[in-house]
């Protein structure tokens, strides 16, 4: 085990990002024309990266299996996105932000980074604007706010709950701009299968053309992996279909180290599952705690009668609801973390006051916001605050007006009325705060090889905060990575354009095709989803939102068997050279059953509990998450080795000096 | 639930394709008609048979993947969504449902139920943004006040998930709903009226060039659209582009 240095720079927190980006080496305009860079995927962080290199100047090759870069799923986003503007004069400012994301992310994320975040989030907003991002405004045409989640300022932009895709479809008109240009090449339906690198160094990729099945090679002088998060382990997750750990993957196999794999955000609002033919769970913003108070009945008995419909929740009487995190959270109620929120729900499930026919789900309730806005709009129109049903239609309007595209979203799938019956929610897998081990420069333990947005691990510790994701993935691909890579490329101006046809791209072609015949010719009997299934039900029982060291041992022994059971019994139809879903999943899996074990074992030698890692055997008596600064104030970066059972832990020490490592507590 | 399938299978984009039926049984109410999909194509997978391929990828009606007309309609009988959250309880037992394609000249199959929709892809490359760079540098975003009303109607166009249901639909298979979506977006805020009028000439110019049929208002494509995008928009490229062919 070696210690690992993040290369943060000199100097107090508010001068560090400045100094460095005066003093980092630059590439001129004319050299950036000589140099090539690949970005795997176009959501938040790779979209935005793309379109500003190749605005800089340099020529850019990006990548994503979807048929349109429109499609990343960062498009799926819904509540907003932070920025510390104190535009709501609440007394805001960089460093409450800044603050704010340390603490919500248990103490686990590094200084220096989330500084800087906070630093660019009101760049970009500006930037957005300039591009036509149509964001929520209120009457006197300036933008509108609203709170989330483990802070007490309102610093949340949004368009309506579909903020993610207004931001995504900002990025996307910006590489339109310079894919019109030439200045950005598209490769849509490509899905990266494997890094080459050269020299110790990474100059390009290997790519699937998903039409046509054909095998291409890609050069560069820098490769960014913009690929996302690896939620999808657990099968059902408010992630895409598609969306893979399989770049990531790739390049940790090639020599990146992989951080934190075990630190997922289990979301508190998500409709609960329903049957065993789910496919996805759909999230229902965290925004909607702005609003929605959060209840299970106080007696068992009142629960069983509405699970088994026999009483209306809208019945059951306001003395006898548990609005449990007004109870146990009185300073932040509603609006504690995921982490703390998703707890509390299944503790109470688990104690058997689930509201619905699994037991698995509460109740999410706008009654008392729907009256509280109608009253305030009867008395700006000067009708009769008293007349409570003219009240509630008014008060309807304006959770309409604030959430409708939800409540449509809620009653096509549950088939359900929200605003006449409370919604019911269960936690579900939402976001991984692991990824690829980076430095303050973005850069990998591979040089020139970069990650962004949720691929990497930088930002949000051990538990990310509610609007943070689209904040983190823009801060990264429109101000952070196009400058810091150019410290890295400023070596390359003299390199010229990498040829393909070395002996480093043929070997790594060869192995994607031999794995590829491999999965092909296996004659198995089992589907690939058969196969996701069970993996993702291994991780969720034994590795989700509590963890113990006889599961996550058992959970070890599981994956490795049903990794070898996949590579003996999968079986997939169709031919390597033509369209084939199966067959893209099925590499994608087994990327997945590899991660899966490395993830037990990371929260396996985490023997403290902190934010989303929450460990049996490390809590209070309270039940809350006891952390263990002494001897886990670090980064867990993991190096491959071959077989995920042989990987080697490396440290990086986190060291606090403008926070004090304090108990989160949010009573 | 039982029910028949009759699903368009066309090998590649070079096969000719035909309708072939399928019967699937034991289907809740609760699934959606994508997982009664999933369903059918781990029965086919266990077969032997090739699945059927269709795009999906979000499955929460955002991403604009999905692309099913059902019993002949984009998205199928349900309204103000897509085909990832339309319900089997839309249906009844016993029920035969035809699943194909979006057809349109602009949108070649790549394989069954897969099109290509690139065509929409360049016509955003021909004008569908606003011409900033990144800088961190633009002006205070509060330095913009704009109108509620004009903020909301932009953010209504913006919302187009550009799915091509509104093709689909067409019997021209126009895209003007898609085009004039992102130019009322854009024409609604100042910052995009400043290239407003470059933008409609070469929008409309890559949308004729791609194919797409002319617009005689029939207005099935407000209909269809999953996310209610207005004809209003229409209208309003209609203006600008009058506009902007006068003023060139």
């Not at chain 1, 369209?579 to 993830?599: H, I, M, Q």
């Not at chain 2, 090998?11 to 999933?38: A, C, H, T």
């Not at chain 2, 369903?39 to 999906?56: M, R, S, W």
């Not at chain 2, 194909?100 to 569908?128: C, M, T, W, Y």
């Amino acid at each position: 085990m070696t210690k690992l240095s993040a290369k943060i720079p000199e100097g107090p927190i508010s001068k560090k990002w400045v100094n460095h980006k005066n003093n980092i080496r630059l590439v001129s305009p004319a050299n950036k024309r000589l140099i090539d860079v690949i970005v795997v995927g176009t959501g938040l962080a790779g979209g935005s990266a793309a379109a500003t290199l190749a605005e800089l100047g340099y020529n850019v090759k990006s990548f994503c299996f979807q048929d349109s870069p429109r499609r990343a799923h960062s498009i799926a986003a819904q509540g907003g996105i932070n920025a510390a503007k104190n535009y709501q004069g609440d007394g805001d400012s960089i460093h409450r932000l800044f603050y704010d994301t340390v603490k919500g992310g248990d103490y686990r994320s590094r200084e220096a980074n989330v500084y800087r975040l906070a630093e660019v989030s009101a760049n970009i907003i500006d930037q957005c604007v300039a591009q036509g991002v149509p964001f929520a405004r209120d009457y006197g045409g300036l933008l509108d706010n609203r709170s989330f989640g483990g802070v007490l300022v309102s610093r949340t932009f949004y368009a309506k709950g579909q903020t993610g895709q207004q931001l995504l479809l900002g990025a996307y008109s910006a590489m339109n701009r310079q894919i019109a240009k030439g200045k950005i090449q598209m490769f849509n339906r490509h899905e990266m299968m494997d890094l080459v690198k050269v020299n110790g160094k990474a100059r390009g990729i290997i790519t699937r053309n998903l039409i046509n099945g054909k095998i291409e090679r890609h050069s560069a002088h820098a490769v960014v992996i913009a690929s996302g998060g690896y939620g999808n382990l657990f099968y059902l997750s408010t992630n895409a279909m598609g969306s893979n750990v399989s770049a990531s993957w790739k390049i940790h196999k090639k020599g990146a180290y992989f951080a934190n794999p075990c630190f997922t955000q289990i979301h508190p609002t998500c409709i609960p599952v329903s049957g065993d033919h789910q496919s996805k769970l759909t999230l229902m913003s965290e925004s909607l705690r702005n609003d929605g108070r959060i209840w299970v009945p106080k007696s068992k008995s009142d629960s069983l009668a509405i699970r088994e419909g026999r009483l209306k929740p809208v019945d059951l009487a306001e003395d006898k609801r548990d609005y449990y995190l007004e109870r146990r959270y009185p300073a932040f109620g509603n609006l504690v973390p995921r982490d703390v929120a998703s707890r509390a729900a299944k503790e109470r499930c688990d104690s058997g006051f689930g509201i619905n026919k699994t037991g698995e789900a509460v109740f999410l309730d706008f009654a008392s916001a729907i009256i509280r806005y109608g009253k305030e709009k009867a008395h700006l129109k000067g009708l009769d605050e008293n007349n409570l049903s003219l009240v509630k239609e008014l008060g309807k309007e304006v959770i309409k007006s604030k959430y409708g595209n939800l409540f449509q979203m809620y009653e096509k799938i549950v088939d359900q009325n929200p605003y006449e019956t409370p919604m019911m929610i269960y936690p579900a897998v939402h976001y991984t705060m692991g990824g690829v081990w980076v430095d303050y420069n973005l850069m990998t333990t591979i040089p020139g090889c970069f990650a962004v947005g949720e691929a990497n691990f930088s930002d949000h510790g051990a538990n990310r905060l509610g609007a943070s994701a689209l904040m983190q993935g823009l801060a990264d691909g429109y101000f952070v990575l196009p400058y810091t890579i150019g410290d890295y490329l400023a070596d390359d101006i003299r390199t010229g354009s990498i040829s393909t046809d070395s002996k480093e791209f043929e070997e790594a072609e060869k192995s994607v095709k031999n794995k590829i015949e491999l999965l092909v010719n296996n004659n198995g009997t089992k589907t690939v989803d058969y196969f996701h299934k069970k993996l993702g039900k291994i991780i969720w029982n034994k590795c989700g939102m509590s963890r113990n060291v006889k599961e996550l041992n058992e959970a070890i022994e599981e994956i490795q068997l049903l990794r070898k059971d996949f590579y003996k019994n999968i079986s997939i139809p169709g031919t390597e050279n033509s369209f084939n879903e199966p067959l893209a999943k099925a590499v994608r899996v087994s990327d997945f059953l590899e991660l899966g074990e490395l993830f037990a074992k990371d929260a396996l030698e985490r023997t403290e509990s902190c934010g989303g890692h929450f460990r049996e055997e490390s809590q209070t008596k309270e039940g809350e998450a006891l952390r263990d600064d002494k001897n886990f104030a670090f980064v867990s970066a993991w190096e491959n080795k071959g077989d995920p059972s042989e990987a080697i832990l490396h440290k990086e020490e986190l060291i606090y000096e403008n926070i004090e490592l304090k108990t989160r507590s949010y009573k | 639930m039982k029910l028949k399938l009759k699903i368009w299978r066309q090998k590649n984009s070079n096969d000719k394709g035909k309708i072939v039926s399928y019967d699937i049984e034991n289907i809740s109410p609760d699934m959606s008609f994508l997982e009664m999909m999933d369903v059918l194509n781990e029965q086919l997978t266990v077969k032997g048979i090739d699945p059927v391929a269709f795009d999906h990828d979000c499955r929460e009606g955002i991403c604009g993947s999905c692309s099913m007309f059902i019993n002949g309609e984009a998205h199928g009988p349900d309204r103000l969504v897509t085909t990832c959250q339309l319900h089997m309880r839309k249906f009844k037992n016993g029920d035969t449902i035809y699943i194909e394609p979006f057809r349109a000249n602009s949108f070649p199959v790549i394989k069954d139920l897969v099109v290509d929709r690139s065509s929409f892809d360049r016509i955003q490359h021909a004008g569908g943004y606003i011409s900033v760079n990144t800088s961190g540098n633009t002006q205070d975003a509060n330095s913009i006040p704009i109108e509620k009303k004009n903020a909301d109607k932009a953010f209504d166009a913006a919302t187009c998930i550009g799915c091509g249901a509104c093709v689909a639909t067409c019997k021209n298979s126009s895209a003007m709903l898609f085009v004039s979506a992102k130019v009322s977006q854009f024409s609604l805020l100042p910052q995009g009226k400043i290239e407003a009028n470059e933008r409609v000439l070469n929008m409309v110019k890559q949308m004729d060039e791609e194919g797409f049929g002319n617009c005689t208002n029939t207005g099935a494509c407000e209909v269809e659209c999953p996310k209610g995008i207005s004809l209003e928009n229409i209208a309003r490229m209609n203006r600008d582009f009058l506009k902007a062919k006068i003023s060139s």
